[in-house]
């Protein structure tokens, strides 16, 4: 039932929660993995992020539900898997997801709940949509300004927040906001006179123009060391360089939001949340349901003085959580909604909770531009990952930012060429994979031995699948009778839906044609 708007400041008053609620900020970097002092990169300088985590909680075990922009968002803000909410790939250009008509969202939901009483804002980049699915009461993004000035100029981005600080101050109304960097996302397909993170962009160098609030950090790359799970040469270095730089922009982009903070008076009222949408665009990053696409940063500073600071925490979370913490810190009920699959966090803020080896995420990543159809599912527990590619008979699909990237176009090339490459992986073994992936992640954390077809691991191959198909059916995955079976949900099955056949087990598949004609193709 819902709360009645008119009732919500009252309960305030009369007892609805042991303390007034608290705000919420959300700092979210695109395309950011563990570049971080506070996750221990030692060339990677980010003082005020350091600075954030010795006045937070850093999570060990954070991962995003999905690898994708405007899918990731789509589960900030809805809480709802991507194949539950319906943003199952990019919202932008010819890409063109949405969410579905009657997915509701944090913004939405926290006007409608409180009256109107707790405002809502939103600087920087947004990338999710329909508009009236995620209205916020105060917008600054891309769909008002160029994508650059709006997520890459921190002091532009300062100044809206500066805003919204002293509209909610003003009115004395609780607030959400949320802050979205456009760092350390790739822009080398699309602008390459910026460098390949736009990391020359606002940098003064001659004309590239100047962010006042930015002070460029360089790096030498050939100081850098690689970090294992990509391929040791100097192309991936100069890139590292690069996205270091940019990841000085967001680190002193998130400094100036909490000097606003600081400064407007509310700090001390005030939840801080910094993550990522997904991890990093290179290899095995970003679009990837492995480690390193899934990994997230994320510190989460309470103004509770008797919550943990200066602390590490082993929970196990999910992305999918940030939408009931919210709720939970603006002491909103939750929707009675199956389809929302996270919980909150905040108890965690309190005291560590006990470990598991069988806590565990989930994962459901389905394209991200709109030719990359790859559906992925994935449980991961404190040991194991299973990840089941739904459309394994094709090939893993690129990206186009990623594509015309130094470091993949240095892959593709070395095996046109047949030269070697300092890489535990082949472009082969890359784009071809199995059904089922099963990783020992204490054993194997650069997931290199497949261990489904393994007798010896048949049992936690099935208590994994089982795992993961209930996962499916508690938040209503369309695809969770795929590939092998069709769904049927409604008519005389509408009671007691089920999955019927193919037929894939009668059927003899030919092996895979490797294309070996290159030159009928153009190579970056």
């Known amino acids: ?46 003082p005020n992020l350091d600075a954030l985590a010795k006045r937070g909680l850093v999570f060990n075990n954070a991962f995003t539900s999905v690898s994708s922009c405007s899918p990731s968002r789509a589960q900030l803000l809805t809480g709802q898997a991507s194949h539950s909410s319906g943003m199952y790939g990019l919202h932008n250009a010819e890409h063109n997801f949405n969410v579905l008509p009657e997915t509701g969202s944090l913004p939405n939901l926290l006007r409608d709940q409180s009256g109107g009483q707790i405002l809502s804002g939103i600087i920087g980049k947004k990338h999710v949509g329909a508009a009236a699915n995620f209205r916020f009461d105060f917008e600054q993004t891309e769909e008002q300004h160029s994508i650059n000035q709006i997520g890459r100029n921190i002091t532009r981005m300062k100044e809206y927040a500066r805003q919204f600080l002293k509209q909610a101050k003003d009115e004395k109304k609780p607030f959400f906001l949320m802050v979205g960097f456009h760092d350390p996302h790739r822009c080398g397909h699309i602008t ?60 002193q982009g998130v400094g100036l939001m909490l000097r606003e903070l600081e400064q407007a008076g509310l700090a001390e009222e005030t939840l801080v949340i910094y993550t990522s949408d997904n991890g990093p665009p290179f290899p095995g990053g970003r679009t990837n349901l492995y480690e390193h696409g899934i990994r997230s940063p994320l510190i989460i500073s309470s103004p509770n003085k008797e919550n943990r600071r200066h602390e590490t925490t082993a929970a196990m979370v999910s992305l999918l959580d940030i939408y009931p913490t919210v709720l939970d810190a603006l002491e909103i009920p939750e929707p009675n909604n199956t389809k929302i699959a996270g919980k909150s966090i905040l108890p965690v803020l309190k005291e560590e909770p006990a470990i598991k080896e069988s806590d565990s995420v989930f994962g459901s990543h389905n394209l991200h531009e709109v030719t990359m159809s790859y559906p992925m599912r994935m449980v991961r527990n404190r040991r194991y990952k299973l990840i089941h590619n739904l459309n394994y008979w094709a090939d893993f699909p690129i990206d186009q930012d990623f ?122």
């Open 192 to 251: 390459p006179q910026f460098g390949e993170f736009c990391e020359r962009w606002g940098s003064g160098e001659e004309g590239m123009g100047s962010i006042p609030d930015w002070r460029p950090i360089y790096y030498d790359w050939r100081n850098l060391e690689v970090p294992p799970w990509l391929p040791d040469t100097d192309v991936v270095r100069q890139e590292l360089a690069a996205q270091y730089m940019t990841i000085s922009r967001l680190d």
């Open 1 to 46: 039932m819902q709360l009645l708007s008119w009732l919500w400041p009252l309960l305030l008053v009369i007892g609805g929660g042991s303390s007034a609620p608290q705000n919420v900020l959300l700092l979210l970097a695109d395309d950011a993995g563990f570049e971080s002092g506070v996750y221990l990169n030692k060339f990677c300088q980010t």
């Open 403 to 524: 594509y015309t990237s130094p470091t993949f176009q240095q892959i593709l090339n070395a095996t046109i060429t047949k030269q070697p490459l300092p890489w535990y992986r082949s472009l082969l073994q890359y784009y071809q994979r199995p059904e089922w992936e099963l990783f020992d992640i204490k054993a194997d954390p650069l997931e290199r031995v497949n261990l489904a077809e393994k007798p010896k691991f048949s049992g936690t191959l099935k208590q994994l699948r089982q795992q993961l198909f209930d996962w499916q059916v508690a938040t209503k995955d369309p695809w969770r009778c795929a590939p092998h079976a069709v769904l049927q949900e409604q008519g005389v099955f509408k009671e007691e839906p089920v999955c019927l056949t193919l037929g894939h087990e009668a059927l003899q598949r030919p092996n895979r044609r490797i294309l070996g004609q290159y030159e009928e193709y153009e190579i970056v």
